[in-house]
């Protein structure tokens, strides 16, 4: 978590809704972490509601928690992530607030199972607002560097999505 003043942290530990057909993420436990093991293209599907507290304009932060079985140095993955914010009312096929964000490549740990934040790129805040529905699509996507083997699939552990509140108030001094 965050130890900036008047963030907030969302962990979601869920797996999320895979991908379709051969587009899903494998469910794989290694000494009781359970997680999503990605090839590339696969893909989950994860949304809920931007709560009422989140201050205006504050991005979003997305982390993402994972690990690699590589042994070889030089291997490289790239996530990404597919968003939309829709408000109720709103039609989701319809343009509107969205993007794509791009990790960029990450070198693998040659030591096998080390555990991973990589930190996404934002998502500005002034492309949502309160009590709009984000729907995510986490995906693993081919690095620009030497590709990794299929061996080496990193595991998603969970993500944490983070924003900055309106305030947390007055302390009462008792």
Request: glycine share 8%; aromatic share 8%.
């Amino acid at each position: 978590m965050s130890n900036l003043p008047n963030r907030v942290t969302q962990i979601v530990q869920d797996s999320g809704n895979p991908g379709e057909g051969s587009l899903a993420p494998v469910s794989v436990a290694l000494n009781n972490i359970y997680g999503q093991k990605f090839a590339v293209s696969d893909s989950v599907h994860f949304s809920f509601v931007i709560s009422s507290n989140i201050k205006a304009s504050s991005d979003i932060t997305i982390e993402l928690h994972w690990y690699s079985p590589n042994t070889t140095a030089a291997r490289y993955v790239q996530f990404q992530i597919v968003w939309r914010a829709v408000a109720i009312g709103e039609t989701i096929t319809a343009p509107g607030n969205s993007g794509t964000i791009v990790s960029g490549d990450i070198l693998l740990s040659t030591t096998a199972n080390t555990f991973i934040e990589t930190i996404m790129p934002v998502i500005a805040g002034n492309s949502i607002a309160v009590d709009d529905h984000l729907f995510l699509e986490i995906s693993r996507i081919a690095s620009v560097g030497t590709a990794p083997a299929a061996g080496d699939s990193p595991v998603l552990v969970h993500f944490e999505v983070e924003f900055v509140v309106q305030g947390l108030g007055t302390p009462i001094v008792i």
